[in-house]
């Protein structure tokens, strides 16, 4: 990531209930479905990095509500490295979707790449929005998106982290505070990473109604999908840039733990624990069987063989994807420290669980 969170006054968080439901029903209008038939989404990935619950959990929601053809695709057929855990394969490459569907997606998810400039990825999109694709950048994605030309003229959001940078790389878009996720024109874009989940929710809503996005959102456990967010929170003052630079240096993490998976696991659950526990900058994350597995969204997690005696990281089955991340902030609180889920909770920008927590 490039740029940071200083440097950029806020106003205050509105607080009209209202006029946040009206952004949500105007979000859900402008990505309805312009096509007849089940649309064919692409979750876009680069094969050497791309951000875990940015690329899991759009597919995976998207996947359990079934209201569309989804899709992981990369620009080369085979494993995606995930960061900051996790390994995945990619079953579609550019060139192969390409041949499938000569008239392009009609979503095209965007996560967060470590290479946010690969010249293969951001031509492929360039064509897919010239083709009519709505566009979908996810936190840091919305860099990606960017540097395809697609923000120029249009309001966005994005993860606090990027906010300044993209400001001033484009000067003619709008940046959007105190909005989970933004549509202008057929681009959306979120704010960080746990934005994902009402913005796929909106999106379900959008193809799918109000009935089957209200089910998916009681699986994953929330109860609204507005865009509704103080983005005054977040951001890198002087002691949190000192954090954040020991929390990238490697040698913080000293930790090997394992999370047990078997065919059927759920991916957003996996997602969260695995992404949170790895950014408390402690914990280096493992998927752990004896084989790659199925996941409960179909896709094949590249799991091995972990050390006997590995510390394992247990995910509660009987809790809800989003009850999952609050159990693990909590858990996170009580192995580091508050300081250090709260950090977490910086990368993630996310509001929930830390009054849930003991510590």
């Known amino acids: 990531m490039a740029g940071c969170g200083p440097g950029i006054a806020l106003p205050p968080a509105p607080t009209d209930a209202a006029a946040s439901e009206r952004e949500q029903q105007a979000f859900v209008e402008a990505l309805k479905p312009r096509r007849e038939g089940k649309p064919v989404i692409v979750v876009l990935a680069l094969n050497e990095g791309t951000e875990t619950t940015d690329l899991l959990l759009p597919h995976a929601v998207l996947q359990r509500a079934g209201v569309a053809e989804v899709q992981v695709v990369a620009p080369r057929r085979g494993p995606v490295s995930l960061y900051p855990a996790l ?3 990619a079953e579609q490459d550019l060139a192969g979707f390409d041949r499938a569907h000569p008239a392009g997606a009609d979503y095209v998810i965007v996560p967060a790449m470590r290479d946010d400039g690969d010249a293969t990825v951001i031509a492929w999109l360039r064509r897919q ?3 009519g694709a709505r566009v979908i950048g996810v936190c840091i994605g919305t860099v990606v998106v960017g540097r395809a030309g697609l923000l120029d003229g249009r ?3 994005t993860h606090w982290y990027s906010r300044k940078q993209l ?3 484009h000067p003619s878009a709008t940046y959007v505070p105190h909005q989970r996720y933004v549509v202008d024109r057929g681009v959306a874009t979120t704010t960080g990473i746990t934005a994902s989940v009402p913005t796929m929710l909106a999106l379900v809503e959008a193809i799918g109604g109000p009935d089957k996005a209200r089910a998916v959102a009681t699986e994953l456990g929330v109860s609204a999908w507005t865009p509704a967010h103080d983005s005054t929170p977040f951001g890198l003052d002087a002691g949190r840039m000192a954090g954040y630079l020991l929390n990238k240096a490697a040698f913080w993490r000293d930790e090997r733990r394992r999370i047990d998976v078997q065919d059927g696991s759920d991916d957003i659950a996996l997602a969260f624990a695995a992404d949170a526990w790895s950014r408390s900058g402690h914990v280096s994350v493992a998927a752990s069987a004896a084989r790659p597995v199925r996941l409960r969204s179909g896709l094949l997690l590249m799991a091995e063989p972990v050390a006997e005696g590995t510390p394992r990281l247990p995910l509660a089955p009987a809790l809800k994807p989003v009850q999952q991340l609050d159990r693990t ?3 996170i ?4 420290g508050s300081a250090r889920r709260d950090w977490v909770m910086q990368e993630m920008e996310y509001s929930g669980a830390a009054s849930a927590c003991a510590v």
């Open 329 to 331: 902030l909590c858990e």
């Open 129 to 131: 929005a010239d083709l």
């Open 87 to 89: 390994r995945v394969e």
């Open 167 to 169: 400001i001033e790389r």
């Open 333 to 336: 609180a009580e192995r580091y």
């Open 155 to 157: 309001r966005f959001a």
